[in-house]
């Protein structure tokens, strides 16, 4: 599934590339989040003093677990669309072995990840104090 996410990614890359350098242009605060933003990409924008980048991850495949179970009925597209604990169990996993990728990627490219599985409250602060 990453390689495929990774695949698309630099698919249409090209597209949001254009979008960040017309609201560049324009002046325009804004925020690009998901899977499809990769660090080898955004990279290109490190220098640039209008452009804040910050990935969040998860690392820890149990926390995620437990995360997505205590999630359900808050509009969550997993939890509330699955009954099957195996299902949320390779959710997790699957997130995990994300969580490795960009923690690898955003080291190899100089980029701030922060980790938003343990204290949220903090981490919100983390990213606030970042892109202040």
Do not use: Q
């Amino acid at each position: 599934m990453l390689s495929d996410d990774i695949k698309e990614a630099r698919t249409i890359w090209p597209g949001v590339r254009n979008l960040i350098d017309y609201l560049l242009r324009c002046k325009m605060d804004y925020i690009i989040e998901g899977v499809h933003l990769l660090p080898s990409l955004a990279k290109r924008y490190k220098e640039n003093k209008n452009v804040k980048i910050i990935f969040l991850s998860k690392f820890n495949e149990n926390k995620i677990y437990k995360g997505l179970l205590n999630n359900k009925n808050n509009n969550d597209w997993i939890t509330d669309n699955l009954k099957n604990k195996n299902i949320i169990s390779a959710a997790a996993k699957s997130l995990c072995v994300y969580g490795a990728y960009f923690k690898r990627e955003t080291k190899k490219n100089g980029l701030m990840l922060i980790n938003r599985e343990d204290d949220f409250n903090n981490s919100l602060n983390d990213i606030a104090n970042n892109i202040v």
